[in-house]
């Protein structure tokens, strides 16, 4: 199991912590680091200042979204990072929700989200093996365009750049077992939000036949520290955010994860509370249990101990989300 380090998106303004603790992963034997994008920061231009200051660590984007660009726009983020990193890029996308899509990107949210982001990852494949002009007779990505709104003088076109891996890896965030499904057949990997290595029967059977070199790559708060019930409190307040805010009541992608997961009760009421404007009570409704399974914390030795779990399963890189670089050593020291 490969480690990474996953830095997520910036907060009110740029985190000094990311470049060093980037530099301090690499040199402690991470295979990847990893950054996002929400409704702020981009998760492609602090990538490349971290490739800058690098040299062997791979890139990935965790996840960038699909509607804040066309999907020719991402191919050409992602060969251009790739070249100039030297071939390190991973794409990593994700959908997001009808919240983020519509209320940031003013995009209507698609209503065939299995057929969209198959449309999709078809684009960018098309435009990394440049084995032709790029022609998708889609439905939500036609390419050229052929609305009725448009000119009509639109034509096929290949990459002027050359790429410099045609086979450049795209990864898809995922959580319901069809897009999980659709996402074994059309990538590269899957990054998982939550992962609870006593369950991957939660994502359906494509879990279990994944094929060789496939990346199953979940992200996981990791923390080392004497009090588990206060190092949980991390994971608590990023799960309150998500399943309260990060969507609508009626709506809400993590909330039904949670749900499948055995604590629909549970989320649904941290749902009520975070709309409420009861933020904390929301985060104080996360159940330890909950929090504790979808990540590593606790002292080292708890930690080692739980770290044969996520080893036992299709888990092939593990994304550690750690702003503590004595964290960082204690995780590859045990997973050396």
Same mark, same amino acid.
């Given at each position: 199991?490969?480690?990474?380090?996953?830095? *997520?998106?910036?907060?009110? +303004?740029?985190?000094?912590? %990311?470049?060093?603790? @980037?530099?301090? @992963?690499?040199?402690?034997?991470?295979?990847?680091?990893?950054?996002?994008?929400?409704? &702020?920061?981009?998760?492609?231009?602090?990538?490349?200042? $971290?490739?800058? !200051?690098?040299?062997? #660590?791979?890139?990935?984007? *965790?996840?960038?979204?699909?509607?804040?660009?066309?999907? @020719?726009?991402?191919?050409?983020?992602?060969?251009?990072?790739? %070249?100039?990193?030297?071939?390190?890029?991973?794409?990593?996308?994700?959908?997001? +929700?009808?919240? =983020?899509?519509?209320?940031?990107? +003013?995009?209507?949210?698609?209503?065939?989200?299995?057929?969209?982001?198959?449309?999709? /990852?078809? /684009?960018?494949?098309?435009?990394?093996?440049?084995?032709?002009?790029?022609?998708?007779?889609? !439905?939500?990505?036609?390419?050229?365009? !052929?609305?009725?709104? +448009?000119?009509?003088?639109?034509?096929?076109?290949?990459?002027?750049? %050359?790429?410099?891996?045609?086979?450049?890896? /795209?990864?898809? &965030?995922?959580?319901?077992?069809?897009?999980?499904?659709?996402?074994?057949?059309?990538?590269?990997?899957?990054?998982?939000?939550?992962?609870?290595?006593?369950?991957?029967?939660?994502?359906?059977?494509?879990?279990?036949?994944?094929?060789? &070199?496939?990346? =199953?790559?979940?992200?996981?708060?990791?923390? =080392?520290?004497?009090?588990?019930?206060?190092?949980?409190?991390? /994971?608590?307040?990023?799960?309150?955010?998500? #399943?309260?805010?990060?969507? %609508? @009541?009626?709506?809400?992608?993590?909330?039904?994860?949670?749900?499948?997961?055995?604590?629909?009760?549970?989320?649904?009421? $941290?749902?009520?509370?975070?709309?409420?404007?009861?933020?904390?009570?929301?985060?104080?409704?996360?159940?330890?249990?909950?929090?504790?399974?979808?990540?590593?914390?606790?002292?080292?030795?708890?930690?080692?101990?739980?770290?044969?779990?996520?080893?036992?399963?299709?888990?092939?890189?593990?994304?550690?989300?750690?702003?503590?670089?004595?964290?960082?050593?204690?995780?590859?020291?045990?997973?050396?």
């Amino acid at each position: 199991m490969r480690l990474g380090l996953a830095l *997520g998106y910036w907060g009110r +303004g740029p985190d000094a912590r %990311h470049v060093p603790l @980037a530099v301090e @992963a690499e040199r402690l034997g991470y295979d990847s680091v990893w950054t996002a994008e929400s409704w &702020g920061s981009d998760a492609f231009t602090p990538l490349t200042w $971290i490739a800058a !200051r690098t040299s062997t #660590i791979r890139l990935g984007t *965790g996840v960038a979204q699909m509607a804040a660009r066309t999907p @020719a726009a991402t191919a050409m983020h992602a060969l251009t990072l790739d %070249h100039l990193s030297g071939g390190r890029m991973l794409l990593g996308l994700g959908l997001s +929700g009808p919240q =983020v899509v519509e209320g940031w990107y +003013g995009r209507p949210f698609p209503k065939s989200p299995l057929t969209a982001t198959r449309e999709y /990852v078809d /684009v960018v494949r098309q435009v990394l093996r440049r084995q032709g002009p790029v022609e998708v007779d889609g !439905r939500f990505h036609p390419l050229p365009y !052929r609305g009725a709104d +448009g000119t009509g003088l639109g034509r096929p076109l290949k990459s002027i750049t %050359h790429p410099l891996r045609p086979g450049l890896p /795209v990864l898809l &965030g995922a959580e319901g077992p069809k897009n999980v499904a659709q996402t074994v057949r059309i990538a590269d990997g899957w990054l998982p939000l939550y992962w609870a290595p006593s369950r991957p029967e939660v994502y359906g059977e494509a879990v279990r036949k994944v094929p060789e &070199g496939f990346m =199953v790559a979940p992200l996981a708060q990791v923390r =080392v520290c004497d009090d588990v019930a206060e190092g949980l409190l991390p /994971v608590k307040a990023m799960l309150g955010f998500y #399943i309260g805010g990060m969507g %609508h @009541a009626a709506r809400n992608f993590h909330a039904d994860l949670m749900a499948r997961m055995g604590y629909e009760e549970q989320a649904r009421r $941290i749902q009520d509370l975070f709309l409420a404007g009861r933020r904390e009570e929301a985060v104080l409704a996360v159940p330890d249990a909950f929090a504790d399974e979808i990540s590593l914390v606790g002292p080292r030795e708890r930690i080692a101990e739980r770290l044969t779990a996520w080893r036992a399963g299709p888990v092939t890189d593990l994304l550690a989300v750690s702003p503590d670089p004595h964290t960082l050593r204690v995780l590859a020291e045990l997973n050396s």
